[in-house]
Nanobody
Framework: QGQLVESGGGLVQTGGSLRLSCAAS????????RGWCRQAPGNEREFVAA????????YYTDSVKGRFTISRSNAEKTVYLQMSSLKPEDSAVYYC????????????????WGQGTLVTVSS
C-alpha cells in the first residue's frame, strides 16, 4: 500500500514563501486528483488546493487564490504547493491526500491522512 509524506513546512515571516512537497511511496494510483488541506489549532480541517490527475485542472479556496500554486509530477510521484505572500492566518498543519473532487472547493480524501507538515507564519 502506498504512503504520502508531506515536507517543507517551517517558520517564515509574513510575506515570505515556502514550498511544500507531498511524496508518494510504494504502490499508489496516480489517477486520482491530489489535494492539500490544512488544520489550525481549534479549527476544522479545511480545503486549500487540489490538482487533477494530469495536472490540467487546479482548484483553490478563495483565501489562497493568487498566492498559492499547486502542481504535480507523476513521474516523481510528488505534489507541490508553492506558497507566497504568506499571512499569519495561513499558519496550520498542512496535509496532502489523494482526493475525489465533489465541487470546486470540496474534496473527499481517498486514503488515511498522514502526519502533515507544520507551517508557522510570524507577524
Amino acid at each position: 500500500q502506498g504512503q504520502l509524506v508531506e515536507s517543507g513546512g517551517g517558520l517564515v515571516q509574513t510575506g515570505g514563501s515556502l514550498r511544500l512537497s507531498c511524496a508518494a511511496s510504494g504502490r499508489t494510483c496516480s489517477n486520482y486528483a491530489r489535494g492539500w488541506c490544512r488544520q489550525a489549532p481549534g479549527n476544522e480541517r479545511e480545503f486549500v488546493a487540489a490538482v487533477s490527475w494530469n495536472g490540467g485542472n487546479t482548484y483553490y479556496t478563495d483565501s489562497v487564490k493568487g498566492r498559492f500554486t499547486i502542481s504535480r509530477s507523476n513521474a516523481e510521484k510528488t505534489v507541490y504547493l508553492q506558497m507566497s505572500s504568506l499571512k499569519p492566518e495561513d499558519s496550520a498543519v498542512y496535509y496532502c491526500n489523494a482526493v475525489l473532487m465533489r465541487g470546486p472547493t470540496e474534496a473527499s480524501p481517498v486514503d488515511a491522512w498522514g502526519q502533515g507538515t507544520l507551517v508557522t507564519v510570524s507577524s
